[in-house]
């Protein structure tokens, strides 16, 4: 899989392919932009073409092959949240006293390594960048550059400090990036050492053709559906669970038919009998919040014969029967009752309790 397969911000990729043909890459990156518009993707990318052992050009660029060694193993890196899990279920079966000196780190490549914000804080920790500085300069032992990823910009201040340090005299074979948001949250000592590269959301076709390569089996509605409710970010749509969404949204949808009268009551207590207490109810009832919220907003954005800005696609011919009966103040009062079940649900109150509250607040005489 090469840079060809990396969806959208053409232009940076571009950039970077020139920078790695002229031998000229920095070597502290910052690559900024939203969440899922691929920063972590691409810098493992990065990090493959530069330790590739086949080496191969594409439109004259360099790039990388995606079956050697380096680059099966560097690609081991590409689940983030995967490795994550197993680091820190690792620390977790340590003693102790061993715990707590034990930091995340993971690698797949011994010379590439990923340096994750550390829980509980989900920071990255001083301890962490001294391992950095104590590895960055040895030589690259099965490839031609060594690669760190510090996944996350939120450093503790002694850790930024000593990132410092290593920014003002990287050795030649290193690379360092730094991923986030916002790149205005880092020092400015540490930004005016790296170059900034920054990436933007894709638009609702690029997503869409996205998803025509990765996700052939979605029907063409599915896969418009699923670009709208990610929001441009192409990392959420390719994970993203449309089963899982399609049937919150049948239960959000019986909810506000009840409470607009075109429903049943009893189809309103199956299911909000299935809402339980608990971490993975608390997770089922999140989901659901945020689907009758979308599904709110998509009846104001129908209410205002903006219809072009409904995320929910599939349903517009329901939704737009749904918006005759819901009138502007009713909306407003739902997304108010809808804050009342988040704070009852901090409070722990019941789910279903508070669910059915929710529809009966809502309900017309
Ligand atoms: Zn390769």
Not at 282 to 293: Q, V
Request: glycine share 4%; with cysteine; hydrophobic share 40%.
């Amino acid at each position: 899989m090469p840079f060809s397969d990396f969806h959208g911000n053409a232009e940076t990729v571009l950039r970077i392919r020139e920078m790695l043909a002229r031998d000229r890459f920095p070597h502290g990156v910052i690559l900024a932009g939203p969440a899922g518009s691929g920063k972590y993707t691409l810098a493992t990318m990065v990090a493959r073409a530069m330790n590739c052992l086949a080496q191969p050009l594409t439109d004259g660029l360099p790039d990388f092959c995606g079956k050697c060694s380096n680059c099966v193993r560097i690609a081991q890196l590409e689940d983030l949240e995967s490795r994550c899990a197993e680091a820190i279920e690792a620390r977790d079966a340590l003693k102790e006293t061993e715990k707590k000196e034990t930091r995340l780190f993971i690698q797949t490549h011994p010379d590439v390594m990923v340096i994750p914000p550390d829980p509980p804080q989900m920071m990255i920790k001083v301890d962490q960048v001294r391992r950095v500085i104590d590895n960055i300069y040895f030589r690259p032992s099965d490839g031609r550059e060594r690669v760190f990823i510090f996944s996350d910009s939120a450093f503790m201040k002694e850790a930024a400090n000593s990132l410092l340090k290593v920014l003002e005299e990287p050795p030649d074979f290193a690379t360092i990036f730094l991923i986030t948001e916002n790149a205005g949250e880092l020092l400015p000592t540490i930004r005016s050492r790296c170059m900034v590269l920054t990436l933007r959301n894709l638009s609702l076709p690029e997503i869409e053709s996205y998803l025509a390569k990765h996700r052939p089996e979605w029907r063409p509605a599915e896969r418009a559906l699923v670009a709208r409710l990610s929001e441009g970010a192409v990392g959420r749509a390719r994970n993203f669970d449309l089963a899982a969404y399609s049937a919150t949204r049948e239960h959000a949808l019986v909810i506000l038919k009840t409470a607009l009268r075109t429903g049943e009551h009893s189809d309103l207590f199956k299911i909000t009998e299935t809402y339980r207490a608990g971490a993975e109810g608390r997770e089922k009832l999140e989901r659901l919040l945020r689907c009758l919220y979308s599904l709110l907003q998509d009846l104001l954005f129908l209410n205002a014969n903006s219809v072009e800005l409904v995320r929910n696609t599939d349903l517009v011919a329901e939704l737009q029967r749904l918006a005759q009966a819901a009138e502007f103040e009713w909306l407003s009062s739902a997304s108010d009752r809808l804050a009342d079940v988040e704070r009852g649900m901090r409070r722990n109150l019941l789910r279903s309790l508070s669910l059915d509250a929710f529809e009966a607040a809502l309900e017309r005489n």
